[in-house]
């Protein structure tokens, strides 16, 4: 698991809503202007059930994406914060896979939409 949990670091955001010993699936709330503190996941699904947009930030790389409800996409490994930059509150799931694939940052910031 990240070392840097967003559960932990962020409990007013992230709340495990599901586990086991293969995958954990995090729900994600937010409001306009909310931001969260440096956190990590791993490899990981992530559905949208809200449109938004926000501000994602990992180190000096910064990236602003809107998302329409019901996108799916994948989630790189990846270190960031973030910002609700939207007028509208942010509702996503993701299922972290526990078996990692590939190492910390290893594509962009943000999700990969197909």
Do not use: C
């Not at 698991?1 to 809503?17: A, E, F, G, L």
């Not at 949208?48 to 180190?59: D, M, N, P």
């Not at 973030?82 to 799931?93: L, Y």
């Amino acid at each position: 698991m990240s070392t840097i949990d967003p559960v932990t670091s962020n409990p007013d955001h992230y709340k495990v809503i599901f586990e086991n010993d293969r995958v954990r699936v995090l729900e994600y709330t937010d409001n306009p202007g909310d931001h969260t503190t440096p956190h990590e996941h791993p490899d990981s699904i992530m559905y949208t059930l809200t449109s938004f947009r926000r501000r994602l930030v990992s180190g000096e790389v910064r990236r602003e994406v809107a998302l329409d409800a019901g996108t799916v996409g994948w989630l790189p490994a990846q270190t960031h914060h973030g910002e609700n930059i939207g007028e509208t509150p942010t509702h996503v799931v993701f299922v972290e896979l526990k078996e990692s694939g590939t190492s910390n940052d290893s594509g962009p910031l943000g999700p990969q939409l197909t």
